[in-house]
């Protein structure tokens, strides 16, 4: 039974209660643990704050598991010593492929030696809030085992020095496949997946292209019939700083620098990374989303008026105004 509780900024909040134990009883349940995956490359300035808000969670059941992509800095030295003083039960950490981020977090994400009811994707030079997981733990318990489902949300933008500079942009819209398709809604760091959709992407090829694996994992959640659940509250302080592998996109000029990628062309290498994933996973798509992808497919590289009628009829939808303009544009200039 899930209840909804009103929060003193105005949203609401979710109350679970699973097999008539309270969420704060099912927090304590060793049942339900947690693998916290983080990929590490170089991080050792902000990592200790990132490990700190990992011990100061709420929800006490987790299992972080690091994948290294042969760090050159502090960052291995950091970690072993936050693993001797965990134990080694507590925090493993591995040595990652070294070609790239997102097939960093997808090779770990395979590891037989990574077990657990929910993933959650850490970058690592960010600071969670203490109840991130609990809140993730509670949207997730509410689906059933059978059905792939995702947690995410807002975060809380700061500086190197943890000044705040606002939050990422606040997304209306349902999530969707058809949002899905132009759009990753949220960071990787904030999302936490449930073992049905951890076996979707289990079913990758071994050389799939990874656009980025937040994408990727609402493609696959939201194609494959599975719960996407977008929380407005932020969950996390995501750091910018001089490093970051993609930023954040709240300021006028982020989202321009946007915009100009994707009329450069590169919108439609991602898009085509990205179809020949789905393509490979279409045993596992609904019957729903192949008519999308079809649509989608044929707008794509159809002629002008072809490709604007096909695109329509797909539904695709970007979460603001300004995006769907310039989905527009796209489409237009046969940039998608």
């Not at 990592?47 to 690091?66: I, P």
């Not at 993730?136 to 995702?150: F, H, I």
């Not at 695109?311 to 989905?327: E, F, H």
């Amino acid at each position: 039974m899930s209840t909804r509780i009103p929060s003193e900024d105005g949203t609401e909040r979710l109350k679970t209660r699973v097999e008539g134990l309270s969420l704060a009883k099912y927090c304590n349940d060793e049942r339900a643990h947690v693998a916290i995956l983080m990929c590490t490359y170089n991080g050792g300035a902000f990592l200790r704050e990132q490990l700190e808000s990992f011990a100061d969670q709420t929800y006490t059941h987790w299992t972080l598991y690091v994948s290294d992509d042969a760090s050159t800095d502090a960052t291995r030295t950091i970690l072993k010593e936050y693993q001797a003083r965990w134990g080694e039960g507590r925090l493993r950490l591995f040595d990652g492929p070294c070609e790239g981020f997102g097939k960093n977090f997808i090779s770990l994400l395979k590891r037989a030696d990574v077990h657990a009811d929910f993933y959650a994707f850490s970058d690592q030079d960010d600071v969670w809030f203490n109840d991130k997981l609990e809140r993730s733990v509670a949207s997730l318990v509410t689906r059933p085992d059978s059905e792939p489902a995702l947690f995410c949300s807002r975060t809380q933008l700061v500086d190197a020095t943890r000044q705040t500079l606002g939050f990422s942009p606040l997304f209306a819209r349902p999530p969707s496949f058809k949002n899905a398709l132009v759009q990753s809604l949220a960071g990787a760091n904030t999302m936490t997946i449930n073992q049905a959709a951890r076996d979707l992407m289990l079913q990758l090829p071994d050389d799939a292209d990874i656009v980025a694996h937040d994408w990727l994992a609402y493609l696959l959640v939201s194609g494959c019939g599975g719960h996407v659940h977008y929380d407005a509250r932020a969950s996390l302080e995501y750091r910018q700083h001089g490093r970051n592998v993609i930023g954040a996109n709240n300021r006028l000029q982020d989202r321009v620098k946007r915009l100009r990628k994707m009329l450069s062309g590169r919108f439609v290498t991602w898009n085509d990374a990205n179809v020949r994933i789905l393509r490979a996973l279409d045993p596992w798509l609904t019957a729903e989303s192949r008519a999308v992808l079809a649509h989608f497919e044929k707008g794509r590289r159809a002629s002008a008026l072809t490709r604007c009628y096909e695109l329509r009829r797909s539904g695709v939808y970007r979460q603001t105004t300004l995006g769907n303009i310039t989905l527009i544009i796209a489409a237009l200039l046969a940039r998608v």
